[in-house]
Nanobody, 124 residues
């Protein structure tokens, strides 16, 4: 059974930074692509970023490109999301997700396992 546990969320002022972590209890973690999604109040879940199995390729939603950085530590089964220059519109519940098969995707339905989420609130 795979478990994903996010941490690092919190309340931050606009322009500030946060680093989210997602610890995975999965064998062969390096065999899976990982993604971050978010869901703002009253909205659907949306793609934020994804990273390939090795970490050599990363992908971002246009809304976060240049501000967020996804990375992974395969030795410690952890994926990160560094968020800089945060804006009030980044306020959401952030989820990490794992995709079997190893190819990245921006589609929610392509991911097999999900964490419970960590709340990020950006005040203006």
């Amino acid at each position: 059974q795979v478990q994903l546990v996010e941490s690092g969320g919190g309340l931050v002022q606009a322009g500030g930074s946060l680093r989210l972590s997602c610890a995975a209890s999965a064998r062969a973690f390096s065999s899976y692509a990982m993604g971050w999604f978010r869901q703002a109040p009253g909205k659907g879940r949306e793609f934020v970023a994804a990273i390939s199995r090795s970490g050599s390729s990363t992908y971002y939603a246009d809304s976060v490109k240049g501000r967020f950085t996804i990375s992974r530590d395969n030795a410690n089964n952890t994926v990160y999301l560094q968020m800089n220059s945060l804006k009030p519109e980044d306020t959401a519940l952030y989820y990490c997700a794992m995709r079997l098969g190893g190819l990245w995707s921006r589609r929610e339905s392509d991911y097999n396992y999900w964490g419970q989420g960590t709340q990020v609130t950006v005040s203006s």
